[in-house]
Each structure stands twice: as C-alpha cells, then as structure tokens.
C-alpha cells in the first residue's frame, strides 16, 4: 500500500544550521500530491508546503522542498534554523483529493 | 487561514462509555477528514466524508466508531463503547471541491480512564 517514512524521529540542531528532514514515499499513483506538515506545541497541524509537480522547488516561510519522482522523495530543508522552527513535522502523501498518508514524524528540536 | 471548529476541546470518559466529538468545518469545504493521534505520534486517518457521504474508512471505525455528516456545517464522530486505547486527540480537517489541501481543528482531545 501507499506508505510515507520520515526516517529521523528526533532532530537536533544548533540555530542558524542548515536544516534538513528527510522524506521519502511509496505509491502506485503516477501523481501525488506531496506535503509537509509543521505542528507546533499543543497546537494543530498546520500545511507548510506542498507540491505536485517533479524537480520544481517549492518554497513558504524560509522553507523549501523538491519532490523527485525518480527517487520518491520531497525532503524538507532551510538554510538557517531559528528557535521558533521547533515542532514535529510530517511528511504526507495524498492522491484523488482523497485522506493524507502521514510519515511518522520528525521532531525538530533548535537548541540557542 | 481556515477555521475549522471543533467541540468540545476536552473529553474524559470511563471505559466502557460512549463519546461524542463535534466538528465545524470551513464555509464552503466540501470534504471532511478525521484522524487520530496518540501522544503527539503518527496522524492516523480514519474516515472520510465528501458532500456529507463517507467515502473511505478504516476497520476500526467500521467496527467501534460512528461517524455521521448530516449537514454540510456539522459532522461529527462517536466511540460507542471508549477503550484506554481510544485515548487520544482526534483531529478534523476540511478542504474545498478539488483541492488537495487540508486544514485542521484544534482537536478533541480524549481521555478514556
């Protein structure tokens, strides 16, 4: 079945290093739409990014991602991390407007 | 941003009881999902509801859930006998016709002692 894995469960890092999560997904759908989530402490879910198109970058909020079909993948990246990116982020996968297929979730922790 | 709603934030229930958990969805938002999570872990979905009907679900909610929409502005979604294992908050989220997007409720979160 379709499946998405966030392979870190818990990162952490140093402000103003570079950030990167990892993501990679399976499906039998030639287009999925890919996402990541940011859920802050005690809060929702909330979308950070999304695409649907292969090796454009998309980027909000200081954030970037490229999903590469050939690779399944749509990594998570910053160039700077600030103390306010702390919170869990999911990877997900949705197809036919349909239910989104969360990854396990990584949890990014900025240290000052 | 979007404002999905839903009520009430806070559940505790014995095992064994029944549990209600209300949800507002966006003006406009044709699609309803819920999911589950435990302890701040994996976003489980559970079920699913475009223009009121349910579209998709898990086995568990076939099993011990009930999940109606019976208006395009409520929808809501019930445990009829609560396990210790139902512990959890339970998300709602919304979208419009043809679009990918989801926003997200607040949550319900339940407690099951």
């Known amino acids: 079945g379709d499946s998405v894995t966030q392979t870190e469960g818990l990162v952490t890092l140093t402000e103003g290093l570079p950030v990167m999560l990892n993501c990679t997904y399976q499906?039998?759908?030639?287009?999925?739409?890919l996402f990541w989530y940011v859920q802050h402490l005690n809060e929702s879910p909330r979308l950070l990014l999304k695409?649907?198109?292969?090796?454009k970058r998309t980027e909000h909020q200081g954030f970037h991602a490229t999903l590469h079909k050939s690779s399944s993948s749509f990594h998570l990246q910053k160039s700077s991390a600030q103390l306010s990116d702390s919170a869990l982020y999911y990877c997900?996968?949705?197809?036919?407007?349909?239910?989104?297929?969360f990854g396990q979730g990584t949890k990014l922790s900025i240290k000052p | 941003d979007a404002a999905v709603t839903q009520k009430p934030r806070y559940l505790i229930k014995m095992k064994g009881q029944e549990a209600e958990m209300k949800c507002i969805p966006e003006k406009g938002h044709t699609a309803v999902f819920w999911y589950q999570q435990k302890q701040s872990k994996e976003l489980k979905f559970l079920i699913y509801?475009?223009?009121?009907?349910?579209?998709?679900q898990i086995d568990m909610v076939k099993e011990r859930f009930s999940a109606v929409c019976p208006s395009s502005s409520l929808c809501s979604l019930g445990i009829r006998t609560c396990e210790a294992e139902d512990s959890a908050l339970y998300l709602c989220?919304?979208?419009?016709?043809?679009?990918?997007?989801?926003?997200f409720g607040p949550g319900t979160r339940l407690t099951v002692l």
């Open positions: 695409s649907f198109t292969d090796n």
């Open positions: 509801f475009q223009n009121q009907q349910p579209l998709d």
């Open positions: 499906t039998i759908y030639s287009n999925p739409f």
């Open positions: 997900a996968l949705s197809y036919n407007q349909g239910k989104l297929i």
């Open positions: 989220s919304s979208s419009q016709h043809s679009s990918y997007e989801q926003y």
